[in-house]
């Protein structure tokens, strides 16, 4: 992989390793959850090679950003697209910072979710405003034939993010990969989300989780070698439509529903640790 395809896989995974939509303990517990050590700093001049990746340490115990955006974490602490997000100022898309947060003990994605925010609202003095709008969307719904997931083992309860990269073939050509073990449907729409041009609802219906193994061409993004020449798509690179039913038995349908929006109010930099 070139080094402009790693950065390009490296942002677009950046802000997905929390799984939304996993069952966790009620609103009222969710609201006094806060980690028991962290740190925000602002990121040194040179930005570290995993630049913009929020990732929840092992054991699901916390998380670790390098280098990222305060409003690629509030992506993360809200389960929300970059475009679901208005307001505030600009430094909020660059300005970078790195955190470092430990929870008491291994922690359900909802819990971790809430931590976040309640870390972001405390140090950036955050203060967000939800709105809900009725939207054009897309509907994802078992295909006919059924599922083609693999189900994964209900007694695993590591639950990593599913990570947007490409694959490589021989010849150098290429093709978007979206690739997770262990994750629910409402997550998947919610990552698909990130990378269409308008929000992606769950409607299949499938209460497990499945092992994702996804190819497709992309929206918009076009690797690009060192020297700035396209990289060639691989000839079975299908778009998203056509990809998700013949690997993974979903379909996309276009319809109205819910979008969750959220104003910022009130934000300011950092306070120190």
């Known amino acids: 992989m070139t080094r402009a395809l790693l950065a390009l896989a490296l942002a677009t995974a950046s802000a997905l390793c929390a799984q939304s939509g996993n069952t966790g303990p009620d609103q009222g517990k969710l609201d006094q959850l806060k980690f028991d050590v962290a740190s925000v700093k602002a990121t040194a001049e040179n930005c570290p090679p995993a630049c913009g990746l929020i990732r929840s340490t092992p054991g699901s115990a916390g998380y670790r950003a390098e280098g990222a955006t305060l409003r690629s974490l509030m992506t993360v602490a809200y389960s929300v697209t970059d475009r679901q997000i208005s307001g505030g100022p600009r430094w909020m898309e660059t300005e970078r ?114 092992d994702v193994n996804l190819s497709f061409m992309p929206d918009s993004a ?32 276009s319809g109205k529903g819910p979008v969750e929006y959220l104003v910022v109010e009130h934000v300011e930099e950092p306070t120190s640790n």
């Open 97 to 210: 910072f790195d955190i470092e947060a430990k929870a008491d003990r291994p922690r359900a994605a909802d819990e971790l979710h809430t931590m976040l925010a309640h870390l972001l609202e405390e140090r950036f003095h955050l203060e967000v405003r939800s709105e809900t709008r009725q939207e054009s969307v897309w509907n994802m719904t078992v295909a006919e034939g059924g599922s083609k997931m693999p189900m994964h083992d209900p007694n695993d309860k590591n639950y990593p993010p599913i990570v947007f990269g490409w694959n490589s073939d021989q010849d150098g050509s290429v093709c978007a990969s979206a690739r997770g073990p262990n994750e629910t449907m409402e997550y998947l729409a919610f990552s698909l989300s990130r990378n269409l041009n308008i929000n992606v609802i769950d409607q299949t219906g499938l209460p497990g989780r499945y």
């Open 222 to 253: 076009h690797p690009r070698h060192a020297d700035g020449t396209p990289v060639p798509f691989s000839p079975d690179c299908s778009d998203i439509f056509a990809a998700l039913p013949r690997q993974l038995g979903l379909k996309l349908a």
